[in-house]
Every structure is written in C-alpha cells, then in structure tokens.
C-alpha cells in the first residue's frame, strides 16, 4: 500500500528556516517523480517544486531561490528545505506523488495528510 | 504563464448532474485532471488524462475536454460529493498548474 506520512512542520518567524520531510512506504521514491504542493488557509492548490527520478528539480517562481526539494534514497524520503520564510508561506503542505505519461499527462495519484507550516511573529 | 479559470462556485440537487469547468489556452490540446478535496483532507485524484478514472472513484464522476475548456460531470450527485473540486494540468515553462476551484454544493 502506497503511504507519505510528512512531518517537520510548525511555527516559524519570518526569515527562519524549516525543512520538511516525507517518508514513503510502498514504492520507490527514487523511481519516481515527487513533488510539494500547498496550500494557504482558506485557498486553493499551488504546486511549489518537483524532482524528478533522474534528479532534476524544478520550482514555482513564489520559492526559487529560497525552497530546495530532495531526496534520501537510503531512507525513501522526500524534504522540503525552506529558508527566508515569508508570512505568504503559511500554509499546508503536501507532497505528493508524480505520474507523467507522454507529453502532457501530468497528475498526482498519491497525496501525504500534509504538514502545517506557519510563519508569523 | 499558464493559467486556468474555474467557477468559485456550483450548486446541484441531489440526484442531478453537476457540471464544472475549467478554461485555459489550447487547453484541448493538453491533458487535464481532477482533484477533489473535502474539508480537512488531502486531495483525491478523481479523473486523470482528461477523462479516466482511477480505481475506486465511482463511475458517476466523468471527464470530457474540447478545445479552450475540460469539465468534470458528476451524474447522479450525492450529498457526499459536497466538496471542492481542483482541475490541473502540465506546462512546459510553468510545469505544474492548478484552476482555482469549485466549491460544490449539494442543496
């Protein structure tokens, strides 16, 4: 059965740094694509930063810079490493579970019970 | 950069068809899926390549997509369909992007 269990959320004040974790059971994480998606109190999706199987990472412009996903292929983790951390941060945070079939084919079909992280003074 | 455009809002008897769109460029030509998300949970994939649907979503869910916009059909709505509901797809300068979402009600 595919789980992700993530933890390491929590309060934080503005410019400090938090990293996430994700530990997976059921399959691979170095197999696959994986990826952080949040969401704010009250809104909607947002996806923040993919890696993929072969190690390539991407961000969304909000955390470039600032945000470095990775992997622990020893511990089949996934982390979300958050530095200058901004009240536009605080949100829930998931990760998530990638499926890319041909081109365009782009979906998450297994999600985490996400981590709340909180940045206020 | 790529952005979709769902309705905040729908409502639905029960027992009817909702419908909820999602609108973005040449949308048609990419694949779209759907999530939905009840309050306090993490979302569920409910419709996947446009109109596919993963083991164990019922099939009253249903996805269709044509030209600038895709839709995701729920015939037959139940009161536990109440939720909202996410469509996403993949762009090559945005990578992943997300609609809006629909909050659906079941009056």
């Known amino acids: 059965e595919v789980q992700l269990v993530e933890s390491g959320g929590g309060l934080i004040q503005p410019g400090g740094s938090l990293r996430l974790s994700c530990a997976a059971s059921?399959?691979?994480?170095?197999?696959?694509?994986m990826s952080w998606v949040r969401q704010a109190p009250g809104k909607g999706l947002e996806w923040v930063s993919v890696?993929?199987?072969?190690?390539?990472?991407y961000y969304a412009d909000s955390v470039k810079g600032r945000f470095t996903i990775s992997r622990d292929n020893s511990k089949n983790t996934l982390y979300l490493q958050m530095n200058r951390l901004r009240a536009e941060d605080t949100a829930v945070y998931y990760c998530?579970?990638?499926?890319?079939?041909?081109?365009?084919?782009?979906?998450?079909?297994?999600w985490g019970q996400g981590t709340l992280v909180t940045v206020s003074s | 950069s790529y952005e979709l455009t769902q309705p905040p809002s729908v409502s639905v008897s029960p027992g009817q068809t909702a419908s909820i769109t999602c609108s973005g460029d040449?949308?048609?030509?990419?694949?779209a899926c759907w999530y939905q998300q009840k309050p306090g949970q993490s979302p569920v994939l409910v419709i996947y390549?446009?109109?596919k649907r993963p083991s164990g979503i019922p099939e009253r869910f249903s996805g269709s997509s044509s030209g600038n916009t895709a839709t995701l059909t729920i015939s037959g709505t139940q009161a536990m369909d109440e939720a909202d509901y996410y469509c996403?797809?993949?762009?090559?300068?945005?990578?992943?992007?997300f609609g809006g979402g629909t909050k659906l009600t079941v009056l």
């Open positions: 998530a579970r990638d499926r890319k079939e041909m081109a365009t084919n782009y979906y998450f079909d297994y």
């Open positions: 059921g399959f691979t994480v170095s197999s696959n694509y």
């Open positions: 890696i993929y199987s072969g190690g390539s990472t």
């Open positions: 040449k949308l048609g030509d990419r694949y």
């Open positions: 390549q446009d109109t």
């Open positions: 996403q797809a993949w762009d090559s300068s945005t990578y992943v992007v």
